[in-house]
């Protein structure tokens, strides 16, 4: 079953790197794995999938307990508390959605010396809905500045979640409006879009994309 649906998201992310001029490869897979058990996570592995995102720390801290064995690459990509941080800093490699100095400065404070820097975006409430995370675009300038002088993590880009929108064309609007935002930046360590999900992929990858985040096409529904 989950075979079946990463050969076919596999297939599918190809096709969409052929289709919209992406070199072959460009784009990560990202498998989200909220709220599905450990086994699922082993057997997508075993499948040969190693990157992994979680939004929540204790259900997260709890399968990479049971699956201290594997060679996961872990992503956080749910909101993070204050009280969060220094789990997130000590047990993961990527965290997607970083919206705030103050938390930067906490992530950076906390994350062990053993460890490389903490890859982190900054997320972008590209939208505008008054309810979601993120940053203001007019805001990532500036927050750029101050995040890349922090030691312990590493900024690399953005990430964001549009609001639902069913039509290709719309669904590519706010990517290409925040991609733009940030080649504008000139800032050669800002390489990676965390964009798209189960509903918006090919669209994603069409405003370059590099890091897709899927959920339900994988793993089915929550
Ligand atoms: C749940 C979640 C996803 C995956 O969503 P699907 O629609 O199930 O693919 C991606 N990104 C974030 C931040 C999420 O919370």
């Not at 790197?17 to 450990?38: F, N, Q, W």
């Not at 872990?74 to 959605?97: C, E, L, M, V, Y």
């Not at 500045?145 to 900024?155: D, F, G, M, T, Y």
């Amino acid at each position: 079953m989950i075979y079946k649906s990463l050969k076919c998201l596999r297939e599918q992310i190809r096709q969409a790197e052929i289709a919209y001029d992406r070199k072959p490869g460009d784009v990560l897979l990202l498998a989200v794995s909220k709220a599905k058990p450990a086994e699922e996570i082993a057997s997508a592995y075993q499948w040969g999938q190693r990157h992994f995102g979680e939004n929540y720390c204790q259900e997260a801290l709890k399968k990479q307990q049971e699956l201290g064995a594997f060679d996961i690459t872990w992503h956080f990509i749910g909101p993070i508390q204050s009280n969060k941080t220094r789990a997130i800093a000590a047990h993961f490699d990527w965290a997607h959605s970083v919206d705030s100095l103050k938390i930067a400065r906490r992530l950076s404070e906390q994350r062990p010396c053993e460890l490389p820097p903490l890859n982190i975006c900054l997320q972008i409430n590209i939208s505008g809905e008054q309810s979601k995370s993120g940053i203001n675009l007019d805001e990532l300038p500036h927050l750029c500045k101050l995040v890349a002088e922090l030691p312990n993590i590493r900024l690399r880009g953005v990430m964001a979640i549009p609001a639902p929108e069913t039509a290709f064309e719309e669904q590519r609007q706010p990517y290409k409006e925040l991609y733009q935002a940030v080649a504008k930046l000139g800032d050669p360590n800002l390489d990676t879009f965390s964009f798209g999900m189960s509903g918006d992929l090919n669209a994603a990858i069409a405003e370059k994309a590099t890091i897709v985040r899927i959920g339900t096409a994988l793993f089915g529904a929550r």
